[in-house]
């Protein structure tokens, strides 16, 4: 489903108890293919089984789950 939400380059971090992830999005429409996404009956079973491990950090932003990050510094 993460391929077929145009998701690529997609990582998973982990640090002293925090995550960080990183993904590049290849799409056209970011908001319908997160829908996409989430309406999917088996991430909805991952999430479900995700999320109770999970403490969102207080700074972001109303409504939103992860934080969104601004990059800042790209280097090829």
């Not at 380059?9 to 995550?19: D, K």
């Not at 995700?50 to 992860?66: C, K």
Request: aromatic share 18%.
């Amino acid at each position: 489903m993460i391929t077929q939400c145009n998701i690529r380059n997609y990582s998973i971090f982990h640090h002293n108890n925090t995550l960080f992830a990183y993904f590049e999005y290849h799409g056209d429409d970011f908001a319908a293919d997160m829908q996409r996404m989430a309406d999917h009956p088996k991430t909805q079973e991952w999430w479900d089984w995700m999320m109770p491990l999970q403490e969102p950090l207080e700074t972001r932003a109303e409504g939103e789950w992860w934080v969104t990050m601004e990059e800042v510094f790209h280097h090829e």
